[in-house]
């Protein structure tokens, strides 16, 4: 079985449908969250998304745009987004996002969108956080989002969690160590590449997989210049930041 691993997607369908050229036959997709909120097409992403066995865990932009989240903690353009991204969504759609749980159980995974410790607001970059998720890690494995950066932190016995590269198109095999991944950001990357990032979990060779896609980036831009969408959202995508 293979499932597609993908975080922060963030209403970017240009990315998705890179994405879905490039990965080959799956049978499901895990999210990590932040489905919607920045991006120019909130219903179309999920209505893709949701045509396929989709398991996704509630990102803070997900909690913002349903109305379970206040927008207050956000800054202005993400703000801004989450208010337009409500908008354009219908009720069954933002029931949808309402209803999406904090972290779920894949086999040997555990989905979250931060942490752990705090599932909607903790970026996981720090060996601490690191160590703190996987002292309440029931699972193997942790996948997560958020940061938008891709890594592998692997659980060392009786030292610190240490932070790995991810590396592109390198199977890297799961075994006895605990694992805390992160595939990198779908919609918008934030570790200076402008391609889109996810990964591929194949359960018969027991690995992961990481890949890069380049999307239409111009394309989501011009969407996004239409809409009336903030310049500094506008931008970052070409930069990967
Ligand atoms: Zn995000």
Wanted: net charge negative; charged share 25%; hydrophobic share 40%.
């Amino acid at each position: 079985m293979k499932t597609l691993l993908l975080a922060d997607i963030h209403s970017n369908l240009e990315a998705l449908e890179a994405i879905f050229a490039d990965c080959g036959s799956f049978d499901q997709i895990w999210c990590m969250g932040d489905v919607v909120g920045y991006g120019p097409d909130p219903v179309k992403a999920l209505e893709v998304l949701r045509s396929h066995d989709f398991r996704c865990v509630s990102g803070n932009h997900d909690a913002a745009v349903a109305g379970v989240l206040s927008v207050e903690e956000f800054n202005h353009a993400a703000a801004w987004a989450a208010r337009w991204t409500a908008q354009q969504l219908g009720s069954e759609q933002l029931a949808f996002l309402r209803e999406l749980p904090l972290t779920r159980e894949e086999g040997p995974f555990t989905l979250v969108h931060g942490s752990l410790r705090a599932a909607l607001w903790e970026y996981l970059v720090s060996v601490e956080a690191a160590a703190a998720s996987l002292a309440l890690l029931n699972t193997s494995y942790c996948l997560v989002g958020h940061s938008h950066l891709p890594f592998i932190c692997r659980e060392q016995m009786g030292s610190a969690p240490r932070f790995t590269e991810f590396p592109e198109r390198e199977p890297m095999r799961l075994g006895e160590e605990r694992w805390v991944v992160n595939p990198g950001g779908v919609g918008q990357p934030r570790d200076g590449d402008s391609r889109s990032s996810y990964a591929i979990y194949d359960t018969e060779e027991g690995t992961i997989e990481r890949r890069r896609v380049v999307y239409d980036i111009s394309k989501t831009q011009r969407k996004m210049e239409l809409a009336g969408h903030p310049e500094s959202l506008i931008r970052r995508l070409e930069f990967g930041h």
